[in-house]
Every structure is written in structure tokens, then in C-alpha cells.
């Protein structure tokens, strides 16, 4: 019998707790922010005390938080804050949602938009500059695809940039051109466009990026997610993670994956992977070395459907991936380099044998993100590596249209989580919203049933079980932050964090997961949606 009692206990509850030494219960009790007890109404009786706050699931379905291990977290809020939403059905739609920006915008500041998708259109292409001229020409304005690997400027925004007809091709990049006269269409692809996001558009204030924090904890908590590895953090966004902390915004725990440039600074001042708590915490150093999966972009091994050369595009090349995987591999770092094609994945899984064998780590966890095409010759490198797969999750749901541009064989070994359950490779729930629907649920039935939205089958030899997309949307994604002891399943002692579902995914037609509704999001032992 406890000497104390639990502040809360739940009960008549079906759990899944994700311990495969006890698969299933009905009731636990919470105390100081975790798992105080779990198993049977009578294991738990005891901890109900005259202050303990009981809920009665009434059979309702509880599970660990879920947890994102890839998703571009507060850059997003910000954009919920501060841009146009254009993921709109008709460019003539998304026209008029940047002309909304326009009219509250002072003539020569930046207008943006985010969420654009040229598949789901009905014109179904790009956006042009004349396109954006039309909306405005005394306001540059800056387009981010989806997929955040293309971007879409009118003529003041490419004047502004420094972009012409003559201006070359950067490394890593490309400027799009009309085929027939050479001009400059407004299309700026990967690394062509980080002079003008890092240097020419001023930086959101502080306010701004406090309510886009507000904005996407809120959207987050209602999906059920209690913890995300936050992508590519700048400064200034760690700083407003750590004011949001301080006020009390934060309502996830945030393992922030670093932008590149801030590692020399983090190296000399001592700084190493891990540094926080288990509210906050410095996780590993993210890059970029290819293009995206929506933009068809990814950088391949053989060409694009229906191309004769069209590889995609890579960011990197393979001597910059081994110099700066070297160094961050050297200074104690978790390494996390985003790579979508196979050719890209060889030349990371590379960098990271060469360095583990040069500075040999017992444990770095190095990771990549997104992962998409692999082979049986990667899957096994990445074992024997210890290395973590971000797979995208929500992709094959979401995003079928575009499946047909890779074809049926390759995505055979597309978003592998059956084949990287198999091999041995942990991988992690992850979608890389706004890319992909942040949506827990969602991204299990596409693991689950391989199925998009239209009824198609892509892929079906990757699908896995309801149970295994659980744990890897919830025990995996804290392995890939090194907080598998604390969080992920539902156990004694680890952090009470936990999503209460209107049914029970192991049940419910796999079709329907993504309905079932989400009625309780509880981080910490506190409510933070719903309840």
C-alpha cells in the first residue's frame, strides 16, 4: 500500500501500454508527472486518496502519447501566424488568399505563403512569377511548396534576390527557366533559395513566433501528440522554446534536431546532444542532402518515371556529407541528415561508417531522416550501424497522386517500415508536417494498410500490424531521442503522458483509424486537450 496517494488515477480503461511484459491493462495512477502504478482496478485502488482526481474511461481506449519524431514543429505555427495558407484547390484560390496578406501588408515588405501543392490543383502545375505578379508587383512574395524544397517568387521577390537571367545554378540548387527563351520562371529548387530565406527575409518577432508556438501546440495536442523532435531549430526559434517553457506555452516536449550553422558555436561552447530536460531538450544537428518526395526532387538511382535523365536534385555532395559528418561525429553529436533516394542514403550510410570507424561511439544513434527508397544492402549498413529511420508516415495516405512518378517497384521499398522492422532498423513515426498531415492516426492506417485516400494500394509488401504502427509511433520515436527509459510506453515510473481514443485501433476496420476520434491528450499528468 502506498504511503501517498496518486493525483490521478484512471480506471475502466482498455490500455495498450506498449510493454510487451504487460501488453494490456485497465487502470494507472499518475503522481508528480508519471506512472506512479499500473495493471488491475485492485493494483491501482489504493493510490485513490480524499485529493486523487478519478476518471472513469468508460472502456475507452488509452495509449502512450504518441510522439513525431520528425516534424518541422514552431517554423510552422509561425507560418499558421504569419502566412497565407495555400492549400487552396485553384491557383485562382490561392491568388486570392496571398491578395488577403497583401491588403495588411506596408507596400515593399515580404508577402508569404506556405502549404501550396501543385498535385492538387485542378491545373495541377507550379506557380509561376506571372502568377504572383497577378496578386502583386509592390510586394515581393516568397511560396513554399509543401514539401519545403521548392519555392515560388514573383519578379520583385527574384529582383530583390539578385536573380536573373544570367545568375547561375547555385551548388545544391536550381533556378527554374522557361524552356523555350531561358528567362527565369519564378521556380527556385533546394539550396538555391536559403540566400533568401536566411538573409534577405527579416526574422518573425518575438511575439509573432510566441503565438505560432501557442498556434501549433494547441493543433498538435488535439492530434494526440505529447512529443515531437522538432526538425530544424534556428536560434531565434530556441529561444522562444525556451521563453514558451519559462510561461508555461509549451505544451509538448520538444527534442530539438539543430540547424547546421549553429554547430560550430554549440561545439565550442561544450555544448553535446541532450543537454535539457525531459521538457526541452538540444537533440541532434540536422542537414539537408537531397530533394523531397512531393516535389519529385529526391535524388535517385535511376531516373523518375517517365524520364530518360531527370535524377532529382542533390544537396550535398558526398565530400561535404563526410567532412561534416566527421565533425559532428567527432564532437559527440547525434548526426540527422535528411535523404530521400537511395543514391542519397548510400552516401550518408557511407559518411556514418567512415566516421563510427574512425571515432568509434558505443551508441551515437545517428539518423535519417525521411529514408524513403532503400535496399536490402542499406537496410543491413543501417543495422549494423545502429542507425534510426524517420519514414514518413501520412505519405502514401496523403500523398497517393504522386506515387505514380516512382512506379510499383520502387515503391516496394518506400516508406520500408515492414522492411525495416524485419532488418532490424528501428524506425520512427514521422509525417515532416506541413509536408505531410501531422496526424498520429492517420499515419498508422497508411503504414497499416499502405492505402490512399482514393482507395489505391502502393506498396502492399511494407504493410505492418496495427500494434507494430503503435510502437513505432510511440516507443521508437523516443528511442531515436535516447528517452526510450523514460517515455514511450506506459510503465512505472516513466512520464505520464498518454492520448485517450474514442475506440480501439486493433479493433476498428484499419480504413477507419484515422476517424477514430482523439478525446484526451494528457502530458505530464496534465490535461492539455480535451478531458
Keep these: 500500500m502506498p504511503s501517498i496517494y496518486a493525483d490521478t488515477v484512471i480506471r475502466n480503461a482498455n490500455i495498450i501500454t506498449i510493454d510487451s511484459s504487460r501488453p494490456r491493462a485497465e487502470a494507472l495512477a499518475m503522481l508528480h508527472g508519471r506512472f506512479a502504478a499500473v495493471g488491475t482496478a485492485d493494483d491501482v485502488s489504493d493510490w485513490v486518496g480524499p485529493d486523487t482526481r478519478v476518471l472513469d474511461m468508460d472502456g475507452k481506449t488509452v495509449l502512450p502519447g504518441f510522439i513525431d519524431a520528425h516534424i518541422h514543429v514552431l517554423n510552422s505555427g509561425i507560418r499558421h501566424v504569419m502566412a497565407a495558407d495555400c492549400a487552396q484547390p485553384t491557383i485562382a484560390a490561392i491568388q486570392e488568399e496571398l491578395r488577403k496578406r497583401v491588403a495588411v501588408t506596408p507596400a515593399g515588405q515580404w508577402v508569404q505563403g506556405f502549404k501550396f501543392d501543385d498535385t492538387k490543383t485542378a491545373e495541377n502545375r507550379f506557380l509561376y512569377r506571372a502568377d504572383l505578379d497577378a ?22 521577390g527574384m529582383e ?19 524552356p523555350d527563351t531561358g528567362e527565369l520562371d519564378g521556380v527556385v529548387y533546394e539550396r538555391a533559395i536559403e540566400p533568401v530565406r536566411f538573409g534577405l527575409i527579416p526574422v518573425e518577432t518575438p511575439e509573432i513566433r510566441r ?40 505544451s509538448l516536449r520538444v527534442y530539438c534536431l539543430l540547424y547546421y550553422p549553429h554547430f560550430p558555436a554549440l561545439r565550442d561552447a561544450g555544448v553535446v546532444a541532450g543537454l535539457g530536460d525531459d521538457r526541452l531538450r538540444i537533440g541532434g544537428i540536422k542537414m539537408v542532402a537531397d530533394g523531397a518526395i512531393a516535389t519529385r526532387t529526391a535524388y ?7 524520364s530518360c535523365c531527370d535524377y532529382g536534385i542533390l544537396a550535398m555532395e558526398a565530400d561535404e556529407i563526410n567532412e561534416r559528418v566527421m565533425e559532428m561525429h567527432k564532437a559527440g553529436f547525434q548526426v540527422c541528415i535528411h535523404a530521400n533516394g537511395d543514391s542519397t542514403i548510400d552516401m550518408v550510410v557511407s559518411a556514418y561508417e567512415r566516421a563510427q570507424k574512425a571515432y568509434p561511439r558505443p551508441d551515437p544513434r545517428h539518423r535519417i531522416e525521411h529514408c524513403t527508397l532503400v535496399n536490402p544492402d542499406l537496410l543491413s549498413r543501417m543495422k549494423a550501424l545502429g542507425a534510426v529511420a524517420t519514414p514518413f508516415c501520412t505519405y502514401v495516405y496523403y500523398h497517393g497522386e504522386k506515387m505514380p512518378f516512382y512506379g510499383e517497384e520502387r515503391l516496394r521499398w518506400m516508406f520500408a517500415q515492414r522492411s525495416f522492422l524485419d532488418y532490424g532498423v528501428i524506425s520512427t513515426g514521422a509525417t515532416d508536417y506541413p509536408p505531410g498531415p501531422f496526424e498520429p492516426l492517420m499515419g498508422i492506417q497508411s503504414c497499416v494498410t499502405r492505402t490512399d485516400s482514393e482507395g489505391r494500394l502502393w506498396g502492399e509488401n511494407q504493410k505492418v500490424t496495427v500494434e507494430e504502427a503503435l510502437r513505432i509511433y510511440t516507443l521508437h ?13 506506459i510503465e512505472t515510473g516513466k512520464l505520464a503522458d498518454l492520448v485517450v481514443l474514442g475506440e480501439d485501433p486493433t479493433a476498428v476496420d484499419p480504413l477507419t483509424i484515422k476517424d477514430i476520434p482523439v478525446m484526451q491528450t494528457i502530458v505530464g499528468g496534465e490535461t492539455v486537450y480535451g478531458g
Excluded at 216 to 242: K, P
Excluded at 479 to 484: C, K, L, P
Design 300 to 306: 535517385l538511382s535511376a531516373p523518375y518515371e517517365g
Design 211 to 250: 503565438e505560432g508556438l501557442r498556434t501549433i501546440c494547441g493543433m498538435l495536442n488535439e492530434a494526440g501528440l505529447t512529443s515531437v523532435h522538432d526538425a530544424r531549430v534556428t536560434a531565434e526559434e530556441f529561444t522562444t522554446y525556451q521563453e514558451g517553457y519559462k510561461e508555461g506555452d509549451l
Design 135 to 156: 496578386v502583386s508587383t509592390e510586394h515581393p512574395i516568397l511560396v513554399a511548396h509543401r514539401a519545403g524544397h521548392v519555392y515560388y517568387m514573383n519578379s520583385l
Design 160 to 178: 530583390l534576390a539578385g536573380f536573373n537571367s544570367e545568375t547561375p545554378d547555385p551548388s545544391g540548387g536550381r533556378l527554374g527557366r522557361d
Design 477 to 489: 520515436g523516443a528511442y531515436a531521442g535516447f528517452e526510450e527509459n523514460i517515455k514511450g510506453s
